[in-house]
């Protein structure tokens, strides 16, 4: 009986980081050689150089220390032999590389055959395409090597995966660097199950975890047998390790006899809760913040982010601030305080009205004649984002701005107000959803750390005398649905009409957000957790006339 052990190893490496990610794959090769004796440990796509590596890969100097970093961690690989996913130099480009390391040498390299150019991905820009055939033998099994988008390809004839299957691999590795949204982890299951029953071959799919920028990375790496059956899930939004141990007795096929490490998977508003956790501490951690500064205005989208940043970072190192005008209610100013107590983190209060009534006196003759409006409105807004942006700079910290995806796709923020800051937890997040995520927090920690108020309380900016949202926008559970048929899966106008959302509303709704790609284009970046955000995903000129007809 022939039988093959292969350790999944996922780590979450930092971008351009060469030393720090080789240790990190050395520690965790050394761990899964002490823990499960695998024959073969497997790292995620780009695991020496994070991913994604963007126009980094366009440097030669960084392509060179890719290589020299990569021997030099090859000659400590001593045991197991072991799969790394790197950028290496490829001719005049870059390769996106599945590297076979043994015996302390680089022993077989593969680089990507299909490079995605659609959503997120922009990889025909930076790397070449490989042309290798990616079998390798491990314990004299015969395996294929890919990398992420290889195996979602759906032409057989192109597909390397199949065609390494067809050429005699009883094993198919797929390292990957598959980025977070809601619901992703049931299409991965979905391709694993069809793949291995296409090509009648265990599959092992080990995925990247950690935050890079607007992405997160969920790591639930997989393994699955030739029948199609998911049998292993790593750990969901962490490091972690697993283990599949293949049988093969006589000319049979490969058999999964054990799953070792295998993680409950959580789902729905949990899993999206802690890609936003996950996605904000990397943020701030890779980036040497060492405190985040968020604006309480009271209301429960700053609640949320002062939540999710305190689960993120720890209570000691988020500072709410409150900046109160006249137009902020008793309710609103008690709330804010109410949840800085509850999370356990810095508080202060600044309040804004002398300021801004100083900003009214200069700007008196220039407005003379001119009834108040807009204008004084964002003013209280850009006096808040200039007082958090000076203790920024003053004490180095990451300001985190607080717009939900209902705001920012409608332009219902004030630019260079609550637009200002460095992060955005809740740019992708719909309304709809932060009230969900609000409900979640509260039942996980059970307790009401947002209080009832704020979550009962009909959302305003408190920038005049009775303001409501739903003064300028729809209802939120109207205006997500439009918002997630024209952003999100790009609508027609007239298509938005059949789904029943109301002429007058549909129209108002596009008007705002074609209107408001210069304020996107301006705003922070922000974690994205839909299958399409703004910023990487849905990239729109400015200037554009063109509308539904």
Not at 112 to 125: A, C, M, Q, S, W
Not at 397 to 424: I, M, P, Q, R, W
């Amino acid at each position: 009986m022939k039988s093959l052990s292969i350790a999944l190893c996922q780590i979450n490496p930092t971008l351009g980081d060469l030393e720090g990610n080789s240790k990190k794959i050395l520690g965790m090769y050394r761990n899964a050689a002490e823990k499960y004796r695998p024959d073969l440990a497997v790292f995620p796509e780009c695991a020496l150089t994070g991913y994604p590596t963007e126009d980094l890969v366009l440097k030669r100097s960084f392509l060179k220390e890719c290589e020299r970093t990569l021997g030099k961690l090859a000659r400590e690989v001593r045991g197991p032999a072991a799969v790394i996913g790197t950028a290496l130099p490829s001719g005049r480009a870059a390769g996106n590389a599945a590297v076979l390391v043994r015996d302390g040498r680089v022993a077989a390299i593969y680089a990507k055959h299909i490079l995605p150019n659609t959503g997120v991905f922009d990889e025909k820009r930076t790397f070449l395409p490989g042309r290798e055939s990616g079998l390798v033998r491990v314990g004299g099994i015969r395996i294929g090597l890919s990398v992420c988008e290889d195996l979602w390809e759906e032409d057989p004839r192109l597909n390397p995966a199949l065609l390494q299957a067809r050429m005699g691999a009883e094993v198919l590795i797929n390292i990957s660097a598959s980025p977070f949204y809601a619901g992703r982890l049931n299409d991965r299951r979905s391709l694993l199950r069809r793949r291995a029953r296409q090509a009648r071959a265990a599959i092992v799919y080990v995925n990247l975890v950690g935050g890079q920028d607007e992405l997160v990375f969920d790591g639930r790496s997989l393994a699955a047998d030739s029948s199609g059956r998911v049998r292993l899930t790593a750990p969901s939004f962490q490091e972690g390790l697993a283990c599949a141990v293949f049988e093969k007795s006589g000319r049979a096929k490969l058999s999964l006899a054990r799953a070792l490490g295998s993680a409950p998977v959580p789902e729905g508003d949990e899993e999206i809760y802690r890609a936003l956790v996950l996605g904000t501490r990397d943020y701030a951690e890779k980036n040497r913040f060492s405190k985040a500064l968020v604006g309480l205005s009271g209301g429960i989208d700053s609640a949320l982010t002062a939540a999710i940043a305190a689960d993120a970072l720890g209570p000691d190192r988020v500072i709410g601030v409150t900046m109160p005008s006249r137009f902020s209610s008793s309710g609103t100013r008690s709330d804010a305080r109410t949840v800085a107590a509850n999370l356990g983190i810095e508080f202060s209060e600044i309040p804004i009205q002398g300021v801004f009534e100083k900003f009214l006196e200069t700007l008196c003759a220039s407005f003379r004649g001119k009834p108040p409006g807009v204008a004084e409105e964002n003013l209280q807004s850009r006096i808040r984002g200039m007082i958090l942006m000076a203790l920024s700079n003053k004490f180095g910290h990451l300001v985190l701005t607080t717009g939900n995806k209902s705001e920012v796709s409608t332009g219902y923020c004030t630019l260079y107000g609550d637009t200002a800051g460095g992060f955005g937890v809740l740019k992708d997040v719909p309304k709809t959803l932060v009230y969900r995520l609000a409900g979640f927090l509260n039942r996980s920690k059970g307790r009401a750390v947002i209080p009832d108020s704020v979550i009962r309380r009909p959302p305003s900016a408190e920038l005049r005398e009775g303001q409501k949202d739903q003064d300028t926008l729809p209802p939120y559970d109207v205006l997500d649905g439009i918002i997630r048929g024209y952003v999100e899966l790009d609508s027609s106008r007239a298509a938005l009409l059949r789904t029943g959302f109301g002429r007058e509303n549909i129209d108002r709704v596009l008007r705002m957000i074609d209107a408001s790609e210069y304020k996107r284009r301006q705003s922070p970046p922000g974690i994205k957790i839909t299958p399409r955000a703004f910023g990487r995903d849905r990239r729109m000129p400015i200037t554009n006339r063109f509308r539904e007809p």
